[in-house]
C-alpha cells in the first residue's frame, strides 16, 4: 500500500510540474509482441475511465485471429454492477507496426480507428498495459481477474516512468474467488 501511495505521489507532482503529454519523451512499445501468445481472454484490472465504458465492471476482451490477418476483439461488460446485465461490442485490430506486432489501431465503429499501443507485457503473457501515444488512454490487464499485489505496484511504478498520471487510474471491479 505505501509503494502505491508513493507512486501516486510521484505522479501528481509530475503531472503538477507543467511536463504535459506534449513535452513528455515519445511513448515506448514493448519489443516484440507474439500475436497467437497474445490472443485469448483478458481480464480489466485498471483503466483510465472512459465514456465508452461507463458503469462497466467485469470488463474483459476477448482477442482471435482472423484469416486476413487482423485481429477479432470481442469486449465485454456488467453494466451497472457485477450482476448487472451483460454488454459487449465487436470490433477488429490490425497491426501498424509489423517490426514489433506491439502498436495496432483497434475500430469498433468503421471507419473510426484508434491507436493500441502495448507499452508493458509479462514475459508469459500474464499481464499486458495497453496505452496511447498521447497517453489518454490506459488498461492494465490481466489473464486472471486479479493481479499479485507485487506485480500491480510493479506495473504501476514503469507507468510512472513512461509519463501517466495514476490519479486518473481507476481499479476494475472484477468476480474474484475469495
Avoid at 65 to 93: F, H, M, T, Y
Avoid at 140 to 156: E, H, K
Amino acid at each position: 500500500m505505501r509503494l502505491r501511495t508513493v507512486l501516486l505521489l510521484a505522479s501528481l507532482l509530475a503531472a503538477c510540474g507543467g511536463t504535459g503529454a506534449s513535452q513528455q519523451p515519445p511513448l515506448q512499445t514493448v519489443a516484440q509482441v507474439d500475436l497467437n501468445r497474445y490472443t485469448g481472454t483478458w481480464f480489466e484490472i485498471a483503466s483510465y475511465p472512459q465514456r465508452f465504458q461507463k458503469g462497466c465492471t467485469a470488463t474483459q476482451a476477448n482477442y482471435s485471429l482472423r484469416p486476413d490477418g487482423d485481429i477479432a476483439v470481442r469486449n465485454r461488460c456488467n453494466k451497472g454492477g457485477l450482476n448487472g446485465p451483460v454488454s459487449s461490442v465487436e470490433g477488429r485490430a490490425r497491426v501498424v507496426d509489423k517490426t514489433t506486432n506491439a502498436k495496432l489501431e483497434v475500430s469498433f465503429f468503421w471507419p473510426f480507428w484508434g491507436d493500441y499501443w502495448i507499452i508493458d507485457l509479462g514475459t508469459d503473457y500474464e499481464f499486458a498495459v495497453v496505452g496511447h501515444p498521447g497517453r489518454d488512454y490506459l488498461w492494465i490487464l490481466s489473464r486472471t481477474p486479479a493481479l499479485p499485489a507485487a506485480t500491480y505496484d510493479a506495473i504501476l511504478g514503469r507507468l510512472v516512468a513512461k509519463g501517466y498520471d495514476l490519479s486518473r487510474l481507476q481499479r476494475t471491479e472484477q468476480v474474484t474467488a475469495e
